[in-house]
């Protein structure tokens, strides 16, 4: 069940960018000092596994954050009853984007007036923790607050993403121009003043709906099934939950797509600043590339998922994950010419106990390899997005699709630790040990696509039981 109603053009449009807005905010407190908190750290003499361990305390706190909610949810479709979506449920959720704004703004601004490893550490994974509730109810209002399966809830949901890895890749960038211009306390600065300007938004667009149902706002929509009290069990709803390929599919996208992403950022900075010698702003460049090229890949998915032949959907995914796992695997070689080509073939001891160095550094090929990372990375992160959207509209109480929701957004926050905690193994003066982690990510992530071919199909079978079902009960 979503809102009965189209929303004009432009209160669409302020309502999906308030909600990515949030979004935004949240990765800009994770990107943002990548571009020169790593180097600060390596110079104040800690060593890579402190590094990764600040760098990823916060996915480690947005997984611990996601497990609460999770359990919470969960917790609800067992103990309480059935509910239809209210306009106070959203609203409760809108307020749920402002608490975690506001926990993550405070962080920030402690983070600016007291820098040091433990602060960093312990402010980064406060602002995960918040950061799990800004991704729990932002997605989640991006399916809700727009018609099911509409063109303004596509256009929610893929600004959504955008702004997640535009912010994900701007942000390094941003920061370092606030940092090299304004000292090392007002990137943090900045960003709380961000946040603080998010949260006047959002509670614009609370005072902005409508007040309740009897004002004639109903939210089942006119062109979906009209809702359909399900009597099941909690434990059966949970059940189905855990077992429908259509969530599942979507799972098996956002998961491996988050650990490769989240690898590579940790071990880019680094590997840039001690192979290619290049400073904050061409580290933020690096990840501006990624970012121009996922938002343009974003735009054009949005504009033609809804012509593209169904039965085309999950070929296009599964292919962008192939092709993510390929650029992944060869991304750090291709920073190079003659040598590392060359060095693929010695033995593996060899290449261990001396650095198979350049022969000549090539900067447009490695510009070109992080676009194609960003097209590939959009071919999986949008599209996932729309798959969860359509499970979650199939879910007929409120709380199941919460619960759908939280699920799924733990999940991810379990591929992003998973790759943060992994990319804090390799030797961040050994470029080849950092190339074979990210072949190992490109080989699981190809697995992770012909695994999701195999669960699509049961997933298609699973939506047209459920048309059939809906249909006979209405």
């Known amino acids: 069940m979503t809102v009965a109603r189209r929303w004009n053009s432009g209160r669409a449009f302020f309502y999906a960018f308030t909600i990515s807005l949030s979004i935004g905010v949240d990765i800009l407190q994770y990107s943002s000092p990548l571009s020169f908190l790593p180097q600060a750290l390596e110079e104040e003499g800690h060593k890579a596994p402190e590094i990764a361990s600040v760098i990823g305390s916060y996915y480690w706190a ?44 405070i962080a920030l601004i402690f983070e600016g007036l007291y820098p040091s490893l433990w602060v960093h550490f312990w402010t980064r994974f406060t602002q995960g923790f918040m ?28 600004m959504s993403s955008m702004a997640l890895h535009c912010a994900e890749a701007f942000g390094p960038f941003l920061g370092a121009t606030v940092y090299v211009n304004f000292g090392p306390t007002m990137p943090y600065f900045a960003l ?39 009597n099941s069990s909690g434990m059966t709803k949970i059940k189905n939950i855990f077992s429908s390929a259509m969530m599942w599919r979507s799972v098996l996208v956002i998961a491996p797509a988050a650990m490769v992403k989240a690898s590579l950022e940790s ?39 809804g012509y593209v032949p169904r039965d085309w959907h999950a070929w296009i995914v599964a292919g962008s994950m192939c092709c993510l796992g390929i650029v992944a ?13 060359e060095s693929l ?35 999986c992160f949008t599209p996932a ?25 733990t999940l991810w926050e379990v591929g992003g630790s998973a790759g943060l905690a992994l990319g804090g193994i390799p030797s961040t003066r050994s470029w080849f040990q950092e190339q074979m982690l990210l072949v190992c990510m490109g080989i699981a992530i190809t697995a992770a696509a012909i695994v999701f071919m195999m669960v699509s199909g049961y997933a298609d079978q699973e939506e047209l039981l459920h048309r059939k079902s809906q249909q006979k009960i209405t």
């Open 192 to 230: 709380a003043a961000v946040s603080f300007f998010n949260q006047l938004l959002l509670l614009i667009v609370m005072f902005t709906l409508p007040s309740g149902d009897a004002e004639g706002e109903p939210l089942v929509s006119e062109c979906e099934d009209p809702y359909v009290e399900d």
């Open 385 to 409: 997005t729309y798959l969860i959207g359509e499970y979650v509209d199939f879910l007929q109480d409120s709380a199941s699709k919460d619960a759908a929701n939280a699920v799924w957004n």
């Open 345 to 379: 073939i010695m033995p593996v001891q060899e290449c261990f106990d001396r650095e198979c160095e350049p022969h000549k550094h090539s900067s447009f090929l490695f510009y070109v390899w992080l676009a194609l990372f960003g097209i590939a990375s959009a071919g």
């Open 329 to 341: 695997s060869t991304l750090l070689l291709s920073f190079m010419r003659g040598g590392p080509w």
């Open 131 to 158: 950061g799990a509730f800004l991704f729990f109810f932002a997605f989640l209002l991006s399916i809700e607050l727009f018609q099911a399966q509409s063109f303004q809830q596509t256009m929610a949901l893929t």
């Open 62 to 105: 947005g997984f611990l954050g996601g497990s609460c909610l999770t359990s919470y949810q969960l917790y609800r479709v067992v103990y309480k009853a059935s509910e239809s979506l209210s306009w106070t449920h959203i609203r409760l959720h809108i307020l749920g984007l402002i608490v975690g704004l506001a926990g993550g703004a």
């Open 267 to 305: 071990i880019l900075p680094l590997f840039t600043d001690h192979k290619l010698h290049y400073d904050e702003f061409q580290v933020g460049l690096c990840f501006s590339v990624i970012a121009i090229s996922f938002l343009v890949t974003s735009l054009v998915i949005s504009a033609i998922w």
